[in-house]
């Protein structure tokens, strides 16, 4: 038995393995407990090969991931980080077997050339695929397609093609849509526009709403996430066909973490992950509603106030997020105290009269009653929803069960098995839930017809506002010291 370049003895390849673990040990004397998985990477030198980079991750116990903060990609939220980005990545890290470290480097522009040099295993940032691009990096599987779109705030004139831009066209310097522009030169001559080495997409985004600049281009995502909170800002054209967003790696001989995320997410594709992340962070996103979105911010402010303590109250009392309890009483009612519908249901939370009973609920126009009638509604909601569902998935489907019943929600969840989806999983129950209202369907069922499309919407504008809640709360100190004192729900949105 020998190993290359330690002689041809069995003694010889001993004294190498003790010198070489002897020198492991100092090292782990000096550095401390994070030298130990180093004996691993010295072992296979002294066999005369170089650990490979799946190796030396695997050995170091760390994928180092590039990223931005933003919205779409990675943030520090209420209750750690998140970002679609961020939750692809923490699974990565769990399929090697290893912890995460994300880091963001102080501008955008530095994302690839630090990927290209191997300061990171990876970039994971949101980043749209080009040919320039690709001649420093390469790329991973395609997970996500977005649409670049020249954004401009309502008020103003709309552009119709870049031959009308009429002021300051900003965008990030290193960006795909530099790129894209210097291209479109070519048919606009005169096209002009300022990188800004700065800010992100979604800053440039807040100076268009703010009027300090008339133009900035975000990918379509960007700007069906930012246009919630600030609801003027309004997508003029698309500036090119649809991209590819995909994860970049060093150009390498050494390809061997490369086709361990191919692998990675050819598993996550096949069982549904990527699909039910995605949902997760833009499956509430639809048509934007200007008006709608205008109105509950004014109310955020005008109705919201005389409510807010009660909510906090309420969602204490059963350990919920206040956030979402007040996010459904809008749905609902839209804080109105005094709303009932034509079916008799009434107040803030629109209970009807047999859950007020079962509640102990004696008057349901009551602010105070009816609030906490709600909670306590969806937290025996929640304590019906199989415990092995996991969260967001679970608080979904109980809101769904809020709205059309938990008799109808089963019906819906048995269809989405028949139709072999995963009857745990909101993306594929909502799928599913419209054909409550088709007669060859709902003649399978138990419960029979029900208007299925009513939770999906349901749902839908409840997860909206409660974003949007989040956002304007996260921005008041007072909030977030409330938010931190009350017992935390597990955050399902952006």
Not at 57 to 67: G, Q, R, S
Not at 92 to 115: C, H, K, Q, W
């Amino acid at each position: 038995m020998s190993c290359s370049g330690f002689g041809s003895t069995w003694s010889e390849f001993q004294t190498a393995i003790v010198a070489a673990y002897s020198s492991a040990c100092m090292a782990v004397t000096a550095m401390g407990r994070n030298a130990l998985p180093c004996i691993a990477c010295l072992a296979l030198l002294a066999c005369g090969r170089a650990p490979t980079e799946l190796e030396q991750v695997k050995a170091h116990n760390e994928l180092i991931v590039i990223t931005r903060n933003s919205p779409t990609t990675y943030y520090e939220g209420a209750d750690g980080p998140t970002g679609l980005e961020y939750d692809l990545a923490k699974r990565f890290a769990e399929y090697l077997g290893v912890e995460l470290r994300m880091v963001v480097p102080a501008n955008f522009s530095d994302i690839l050339p630090l990927t290209a040099l191997g300061n990171a295993n990876l970039a994971a940032a949101g980043l749209t695929i080009t040919s320039k691009r690709q001649e420093k990096v390469r790329f991973g599987p395609v997970y996500q397609e977005i649409t670049p779109q020249l954004v401009y705030r309502s008020g103003s004139t709309r552009p119709k093609t870049l031959a009308d831009l009429n002021g300051i066209l900003e965008v990030v310097a290193g960006s795909s849509h530099e790129e894209q522009l210097e291209k479109l030169q070519e048919d606009y001559p005169d096209l002009s526009w300022q990188t800004n080495t700065e800010l992100e997409s979604d800053d440039l985004l807040i100076l268009v709403w703010q009027q300090l600049i008339e133009y900035t281009i975000a990918d379509s995502n960007e700007v069906s996430v930012n246009r919630r909170f600030y609801p003027e800002l309004k997508p003029a054209f698309d500036i090119s066909p649809p991209k590819p967003l995909a994860w970049a790696f060093p150009r390498s001989k050494d390809d061997s973490l490369f086709k361990a995320a191919n692998t990675f997410f050819e598993i996550i594709r096949k069982d549904g992950t990527l699909n039910r992340l995605i949902d997760r962070y833009y499956g509430h996103i639809g048509k934007f509603d200007y008006v709608g979105t205008r109105r509950y911010q004014a109310h955020v402010e005008q109705r919201l106030p005389q409510y807010r303590n009660l909510f906090i109250e309420a969602a204490a009392e059963v350990g919920m997020d206040w956030r979402l309890l007040a996010a459904i009483g809008y749905q609902e009612s839209h804080w109105k105290s005094d709303a009932v519908s034509p079916t008799g249901v009434r107040g803030i939370m629109m209970l009807t009269q047999a859950a007020a009973k079962d509640l102990g609920i004696k008057n349901r126009s009551d602010p105070e009653q009816s609030i906490r009638g709600g909670a306590r509604y969806l937290a025996n909601m929640l304590q019906r929803i199989p415990e092995r569902i996991p969260e967001p998935d679970r608080t979904w489907l109980a809101l769904a069960a809020y709205n059309v019943g938990l008799g109808h929600l089963e019906d819906a969840r048995i269809l989405t098995q028949k139709n072999k989806g995963d009857f745990d999983r909101w993306v594929d129950v909502k799928e599913n839930l419209p054909l409550l209202s088709k007669k060859k369907w709902f003649q399978q069922t138990r419960h029979g017809y029900a208007r299925g499309m009513e939770p999906v919407r349901y749902v839908d504008n409840i997860r909206t506002y409660y974003d949007i809640l989040v956002w304007l709360t996260e921005k008041d100190p007072e909030d977030r010291e409330v938010v931190r004192e009350l017992p935390q729900f597990d955050s399902p949105a952006l």
